[in-house]
């Protein structure tokens, strides 16, 4: 059973659309995440959402923008595609409880490529 | 801000021990965790050590910590072939919402 699970894999589009990216996880945990990770293979965190709080990397530009239609999913979608958001979107999952370890598990990536 | 460093690239042979080393500034750090990234793949968590510890041994990872110098490594014996990936140090955000990531060390493996 996959864990944490995005579709679409790879997703190639032109400069000025608009695209969304899901994010399953069947793990039951509290918490998802965004990241990006860039052509060198930087990896930061995007957003963290539970359902107490949206936490946003203030780096991050008002065009992404992150929705949880339930506890499960949490959907990327991107305004205005630009050739800089080219990179590969990992989505995460962690429990939120204080006195576990943060054990986050990630989907397999979803390679973005702006033309 | 809070920051994890790692040197970029690690080249060893098969059958030897890999070294990969990492350091970060958040002295207030509780976990601190060893993600592995093989080519075309998402991450998968290998490993963690809570920061009361100096050492954690699973299988052939070993992990040491050196709270004092901020200095976290993970050393892969008996490296193989399949070890090659990148790895990532990470280190739980202050507010304990996010991982913060180094870039990655990229271990090459040749036979």
């Known amino acids: 059973d996959t864990a944490v699970s995005q579709t679409p894999k790879y997703l190639v589009t032109q400069m000025g659309n608009d695209k969304s990216i899901k994010c399953e996880q069947n793990?039951?945990?509290?918490?998802m995440y965004w990241y990006k990770q860039d052509s060198k293979k930087f990896l930061k965190i995007m957003f963290s959402y539970n359902n107490k709080e949206l936490i946003i990397n203030e780096t991050v530009p008002n065009r992404f923008s992150p929705k949880s239609p339930d506890k499960a999913h949490l959907n990327l979608h991107i305004n205005s595609l630009e050739l800089g958001d080219s990179a590969v979107y990992f989505c995460a999952s962690s429990q939120d409880d204080r006195t576990q370890t943060y054990e986050q598990y990630f989907g397999p990536g979803t390679r973005l490529t702006v033309t | 801000g809070e920051d994890v460093e790692q040197s970029l690239f690690l080249s060893v042979r098969e059958g030897d021990s890999s070294v990969i080393n990492c350091t970060y500034t958040d002295s207030s750090s509780t976990y601190l965790y060893w993600y592995k990234q093989e080519p075309g793949a998402g991450l998968q968590l290998l490993t963690y050590i809570f920061s009361n510890m100096d050492m954690k041994q699973d299988q052939r990872l070993t992990v040491l910590l050196n709270k004092k110098d901020k200095h976290l490594s993970l050393r892969i014996a008996d490296t193989q072939t399949g070890d090659s990936a990148i790895y990532f140090c990470a280190d739980l955000d202050q507010a304990g919402t996010a991982l913060i990531f180094g870039k990655g060390t990229t271990l090459s493996v040749s036979s």
């Open positions: 793990l039951g945990h509290d918490t």
